[in-house]
């Protein structure tokens, strides 16, 4: 790392004040407006907004905003900020309750009923829940002022209601290795430089969700580090079109069907899972002002702790949704086949409820039995939300192997749209796609691709390794089972030492 | 046409309703046009309140100060017909 005071600072556009985003038309206009570096299939994109693998995600987002505006959502799509009274998105706010915890949850399942796929904006609101408890905590320690700072860092973002990506994953290089020992330093991303009027640095972020529709990224540290990895301690805010920023969209399963804008791509309207991309930060300048964790290592942990908890609690929200929606387009599958009255498909339908209901019981019990944090943040359970997305890493495999079961292999194995519209094949497909009579043809493949989009490839991955991949939670579990305590009590009870 | 009532309508947040209820508000909307003007329920000089919940929960009713009016609550699309009739009844007063 190189010490240099006092060089010229690049300007960076976060410093243009922004007007506040309130409709999904503003959102769209805010991301044409951005001119970030973002790249899809080996080709820079213009912009975003007018991509066709782009815009479903970009819908999706835009619903976070467009839901907030309408009466009938309004009790949970939106809260009163802390800081000024107002009311504001509540992907912006900081849980003040209990309450606030559980609502959180609500409006996950209540978007996802909406979008049938992810809608991205939780991931920045749990980095700024998580790194608003953190900060206070470490200025407590290291009489800092971090807190303050991050609070004017919010207020920019309740009253912008810019979408926010948070940014934890890194590359890692060689798992077996800590940071500084990678064959290449940039593998976690770290501080490079520190100057007078901020910092500089270097190295990417991996599996971001939302990524190219978001206006900035809050930088978390991946892990936690030791005290010769303090320059990867390190937590910053910057806008996604600041120079050496660059966004590299990843590819997901039948992503070209996006292309054709027809039925065959199952959700036309908002795609499928979030839309992750690679984001790299080659020599990236950071203001001080939005720099939030630089250097002090021991409390590192804590903040990852804290984002992977608040990002598990989710999952419970947003895939208990999605399942409602898979398991309506089963029931119809079923229906539109004439399956529906068979016994075993509705006790796969009800096992399929019952898988659903389970991952929601849990995010709405990990906050239920969530608690006060120093900052007066509200924290939910943290090995309650652990176990929480640990079921998901099983719930929604096996509530998609039944939505296979149920739909049979005509998932799999069905023409394309282009052959349903075919002057000469048309009527064949038309004929022998037939299902009860009455119910159009088109109709049920649309199901059948709705079940295909939601149940495979990407979707089922993301539920595996979003918020962190099984084994992380297991490692929580060794943290905060309390074996010790248990023991204790089996041993009381049969009277041992 | 006369005065019309005032009725102001707050719905719960809507996680997870067991049946639509847009569908139904709109339904009862067209249907008492003439004798009932419908507003937000945080407008001034309300004679009633509907709260419209998706399911017996009854979110709507969370954080609401009280109120010395007319209040009826619905959980259900089965409760369509009794809003109605209370709401034509509650004009007539």
């Known amino acids: 790392m190189n010490e240099v005071t006092d ?96 609502k959180k949850v609500q409006m996950l399942r209540l978007i996802a009923h909406e979008t049938g796929s992810c809608f991205q904006r939780c991931v920045g609101f749990d980095a700024l829940n998580a790194v608003y408890m953190t900060a206070y905590d470490i200025d407590q320690k290291y009489k800092t002022d971090y807190f303050e700072r991050f609070k ?158 608040l990002h598990r609690q989710n999952y419970g929200g947003c895939k208990g949704g999605v399942s409602d929606v898979l398991i309506g387009a089963s029931a119809l599958a079923a229906e539109f086949q004439g399956t529906a009255g068979a016994s075993h498909i509705k006790e796969k339908l009800a096992e399929m409820v019952h898988l659903a209901e389970t991952i929601y019981a849990g995010s709405v019990a990990c906050s239920a039995m969530g608690y006060k944090t120093p900052s007066g943040a509200y924290y939910p359970d943290p090995l309650l939300a652990n176990t929480t997305k640990h079921n998901v890493t099983r719930h929604i495999y096996e509530i998609a192997r039944l939505a296979h079961d149920i739909s049979g292999g005509i998932v799999a194995t069905m023409p394309f749209q282009g052959d349903l519209e075919n002057s000469e094949v048309g009527r064949y497909v038309k004929k022998y796609l037939a299902g009860v009579q009455g119910i159009p043809v088109e109709a049920r493949m649309k199901i059948l691709r709705l079940i295909e989009n939601m149940s495979g490839g990407t979707a089922l991955v993301e539920s595996m390794h979003g918020a962190g991949s099984p084994q992380t939670q297991k490692v929580m579990y060794g943290r905060l089972g309390n074996l010790e305590q248990k023991k204790h009590w089996a041993k009381r009870l049969v009277k041992i030492d | 046409m006369g005065i019309r009532a005032k009725i102001g309508i707050k719905y719960c947040g809507g996680c997870n309703p067991a049946y639509e209820r847009m569908e139904m508000i709109e339904r009862v909307q067209s249907q008492l046009r003439d004798q009932i003007l419908f507003l937000r329920y945080d407008e001034q000089g309300l004679d009633g309140l509907i709260l419209v919940n998706g399911c017996p929960r009854s979110c709507a009713a969370k954080d609401l100060s009280h109120r010395e009016i007319f209040c009826h609550s619905i959980t259900a699309e089965s409760e369509l017909e009794i809003l109605i009739e209370r709401l034509t009844g509650f004009n007539k007063q």
């Open chain 1, 152 to 309: 004017r860092y919010l207020l920019h973002v309740q009253e912008s209601n810019v979408m926010v990506v948070g940014g934890m994953t890194d590359p890692k290089g060689d798992r077996s290795l800590p940071p500084g020992k990678q064959a290449d330093p940039d593998l976690f991303t770290h501080v490079v430089e520190r100057r007078a009027d901020g910092i500089i640095i270097r190295g990417a972020k991996a599996h971001m969700t939302g990524a190219v529709n978001s206006h900035e990224i809050l930088i978390m540290p991946t892990q936690a580090m030791r005290e010769e990895e303090k320059d990867y301690a390190l937590a910053c805010a910057l806008p996604l079109n600041a120079p050496g920023v660059i966004l590299i969209f990843g590819r997901q399963t039948n992503e070209e069907r996006k292309c054709e804008e027809g039925f065959d791509a199952g959700n036309p309207q908002f795609g499928l899972v979030g839309g992750e991309a690679l984001i790299i930060f080659e020599d990236v300048f950071v203001p001080w002002e939005r720099v939030f964790l630089c250097g002090e290592y021991d409390l590192s942990g804590l903040l990852v702790e804290r984002f992977a908890t």
């Open chain 1, 7 to 102: 060089p010229p600072s690049p300007k960076i556009s976060e410093e243009k004040r922004m007007k506040r985003i309130v409709t999904k038309e503003d959102y769209i206009q805010s991301l044409k407006d951005l001119h970030h570096v973002v790249y899809y299939n080996g080709k820079r994109v213009e912009d975003v907004t007018e991509h066709p693998a782009l815009r479903p995600h970009i819908n999706s987002a835009a619903l976070t905003y467009e839901l907030a505006l309408r009466p009938e959502h309004e009790e949970l799509m939106t809260a009163a900020s802390h800081l000024t009274g107002r009311k504001i998105n509540r992907f912006t706010h900081i849980h003040q309750s209990i309450d606030d915890l559980i």
